[in-house]
């Protein structure tokens, strides 16, 4: 069983930044692709980027690219979600996954795809 736990979320000003992390409790941990997910009131789960077990492929969604970076410590088994240039429309409860096919697939913006989830952790941009 792989369980995830996300940090770092909080309340900013619309233009500010959060990091966000998202630790794993498994060893083998990158045998895994990890995607980010949000969940605004009222809306359904959206991805947001995804990064393979090595690095060697990320991908965004195009609301939140060149503002939003991943990255991943697999010796920390720890993966980061840096946000930067804020907007209330960023304003949701923010979730890490893990997947079983390593890189970020087609698909990779499917909750389908992925088989294990963090908890959740809210970000909240507003003045």
């Known amino acids: 069983q792989l369980q995830l736990v996300e940090s770092g979320g909080g309340l900013v000003q619309p233009g500010g930044s959060l990091r966000l992390s998202c630790t794993a409790s498994?060893?083998?941990?990158?045998?895994?692709?990890i995607g980010w997910f949000r969940q605004a009131p009222g809306k359904e789960r959206e991805a947001v980027s995804c990064?393979?077990?090595?690095?060697?492929?990320?991908d965004y969604v195009d609301s939140v690219k060149d503002r939003f970076t991943v990255s991943r410590d697999n010796t920390e088994k720890t993966v980061y979600l840096q946000m930067n240039s804020l907007r209330p429309e960023d304003t949701a409860v923010y979730y890490c996954?893990?997947?079983?096919?390593?890189?970020?697939?087609?698909?990779?913006?499917?909750?389908?795809?992925?088989?294990?989830w963090g908890q959740g952790t809210q970000v909240i941009v507003s003045s």
């Open positions: 996954a893990a997947s079983s096919i390593p890189w970020c697939s087609g698909n990779w913006y499917s909750a389908s795809e992925y088989q294990y």
């Open positions: 990064v393979s077990d090595h690095n060697e492929h990320i």
């Open positions: 498994r060893v083998l941990w990158d045998d895994y692709a």
